[in-house]
């Protein structure tokens, strides 16, 4: 169930994020509702399925961007991997769990993108998409990080209520 139900949250966030998000930019840069969404359901205690979300994620992602398919996929898959690690290592203290998450998962993601669009031949200059794209990038997503998290929450415990004891 927890698989299922993250079609429709991944499809919800993208949609917003191409509508809304968007059009909110910092410098030129905008929030990444998706993988913030992702990070929030990540650090979640009860949460089994975090694979399936990020390669969910990553594929409605690439279907909507110009970016080739396999750049998301494994940036995801990457980023899924940063978040398993993070919530065993950080336990105790889910929230900087999620902040750590978002500040490196967009690092991550956005420098990956960053370095397939310089391969496929776009001349970017480092220094300019570093400071105009990547780092306002990360205060977004920062910013969005509890709101998305207080709202994920509550849909993990809707959908993986705890076993009753016998």
Known sequence: ???????????????????VLSQMTLLQASADL???????????????TVW????MAAILVGFVSELPMWGYLSGYVLFAGLGLVLKRRVWRAPL???????FFGTLLLQGMMFV?????GAVIDPLQA??????????LNLLLAIPVNS??????I???PEEAEG
């Open 151 to 156: 709202l994920i929450r509550e849909v993990a």
């Open 34 to 48: 998706v993988m913030v969404v992702v990070a929030s359901w990540i650090i979640q205690e009860r949460v089994k």
């Open 130 to 139: 570093f400071n105009l794209v990547i780092l306002p990038g990360v205060l």
């Open 96 to 102: 900087l769990a999620l902040f750590t998450m978002v």
């Open 158 to 160: 809707w959908f993986s």
């Open 52 to 55: 399936p979300w990020a390669v």
């Open 1 to 19: 169930m927890q698989t299922l139900i993250g079609l429709p949250i991944l499809i919800f966030a993208l949609m917003f994020q191409m509508a």
């Open 116 to 120: 397939i669009l310089r391969f496929l």
